[in-house]
């Protein structure tokens, strides 16, 4: 099979950017076929700080290497780490049994076992709450972040995984929040929201009537021009008035009854 299309059945692409970090570095040697070094360098990248993404690949690559390498029971426990973070994870079955048994047998070791979940809450008195659920032992720290309206940046309130952390903020107001669970190098293994797209929680409390009347727009009714103003008729005596706002803004007549004269004298005789 061809080296490009190990990596990615196995590890999806990779996309350096910048200085070459040890988890770009060691999909390019497992792309090249060089399982030894790249298991070191993806044993490099789990101690050095890592999105979740990142720590996902590293542990799914040092598995998959030590398994071509023929370390059976090895790749094994590195695929319970991984299926510890992410019990959907697959790996193709094209790679063969060298690597499907371990896998197979790491799986069915974690089932049953109840999933590590990371959950935010904004509790009634308007604080923002992280905690982690059936906590793992790699865990070390949970942190949550909250932004308030106007704020340009977040406020970081972290503390010993499993938690609960609990961030201030008001209960009148709206907040944003992430949070994130890390190990002891840094690297995320669990998240809820993120910077870019942080969670979004409505205030818990209504404001003062002084401070919510202070926020209402006043909302002031448009004069009407002097051409749309309404036309009110009142009719006396057969005569009608337009009045607009106390204008008077013409005289409408009502029809005279018709007159009738006697015939015409064409004698042209006096009387």
Same mark, same amino acid.
């Given at each position: 099979?061809?080296?490009?299309? %190990?990596?990615? @059945?196995?590890?999806?692409?990779? &996309?350096?950017?910048?200085?070459?970090?040890?988890?770009?570095?060691?999909?390019?040697?497992?792309?090249?076929?060089?399982? #030894?070094?790249?298991?070191?360098?993806?044993?490099?990248?789990?101690?050095?700080?890592? &999105?979740?993404?990142?720590?996902?690949?590293?542990?799914?690559?040092? +598995?998959?290497?030590? !398994?071509?390498?023929? *370390?059976?029971?090895?790749?094994? +426990?590195?695929?319970?780490? @991984?299926?510890?973070?992410?019990?959907?994870?697959?790996?193709?079955?094209? @790679?063969?049994p060298k690597i499907r048994?371990?896998?197979?047998?790491?799986?069915?070791? %974690?089932?049953?076992?109840?999933? +590590?979940?990371?959950?935010?809450?904004?509790?009634? #008195?308007?604080? $923002?709450? !992280? /905690?982690?659920?059936?906590?793992?032992?790699?865990?070390?720290?949970?942190? /949550?972040? %909250?932004?308030?309206?106007?704020?340009?940046?977040?406020?970081?309130?972290?503390?010993?995984?499993?938690?609960? /952390?609990?961030?201030?903020?008001?209960?009148?107001?709206?907040?944003?929040?992430?949070?994130?669970?890390? #190990? &002891? !190098? *840094?690297? /995320?293994?669990?998240?809820?929201?993120?910077?870019?797209?942080?969670l979004r929680f409505d !205030?818990?409390?209504?404001?003062?009537?002084?401070?919510a009347a202070a926020r209402?727009?006043?909302?002031?009714?448009?004069?009407?021009?002097? =051409? =749309?103003?309404?036309?009110?008729?009142?009719?006396?005596?057969? $005569?009608? $008035?337009? $009045?607009?706002?106390?204008? %008077?803004?013409?005289?409408?007549? &009502?029809?005279?009854?018709? @007159?009738?004269?006697?015939?015409?004298?064409?004698?042209?005789?006096?009387?």
């Amino acid at each position: 099979m061809p080296a490009s299309l %190990v990596l990615l @059945l196995c590890l999806g692409a990779a &996309s350096p950017s910048g200085e070459e970090r040890a988890i770009v570095r060691a999909e390019r040697l497992f792309e090249a076929l060089e399982f #030894d070094s790249a298991a070191a360098d993806f044993e490099a990248a789990l101690r050095e700080p890592g &999105s979740r993404d990142e720590r996902l690949r590293a542990w799914k690559g040092l +598995a998959l290497s030590k !398994a071509f390498m023929g *370390q059976a029971r090895q790749a094994q +426990a590195d695929f319970e780490e @991984l299926l510890a973070l992410d019990p959907d994870v697959e790996v193709s079955r094209s @790679l063969g049994p060298k690597i499907r048994k371990p896998f197979e047998a790491a799986r069915k070791k %974690v089932r049953g076992t109840p999933r +590590a979940v990371l959950k935010v809450v904004r509790r009634q #008195d308007g604080q $923002v709450e !992280a /905690v982690l659920e059936n906590p793992l032992e790699k865990v070390a720290k949970v942190a /949550v972040y %909250v932004r308030q309206p106007g704020e340009s940046s977040f406020q970081a309130t972290e503390s010993d995984s499993p938690g609960p /952390v609990v961030a201030k903020a008001s209960a009148v107001r709206a907040v944003e929040a992430y949070a994130v669970a890390l #190990d &002891s !190098a *840094q690297g /995320v293994l669990f998240e809820q929201g993120s910077a870019s797209a942080p969670l979004r929680f409505d !205030a818990t409390e209504e404001p003062p009537p002084a401070v919510a009347a202070a926020r209402e727009p006043v909302r002031e009714e448009p004069e009407l021009e002097e =051409h =749309h103003r309404p036309v009110w008729p009142f009719v006396v005596g057969g $005569v009608g $008035v337009a $009045v607009a706002a106390g204008v %008077v803004a013409g005289i409408m007549l &009502s029809k005279p009854p018709e @007159l009738k004269l006697p015939p015409a004298d064409r004698t042209e005789r006096l009387p």
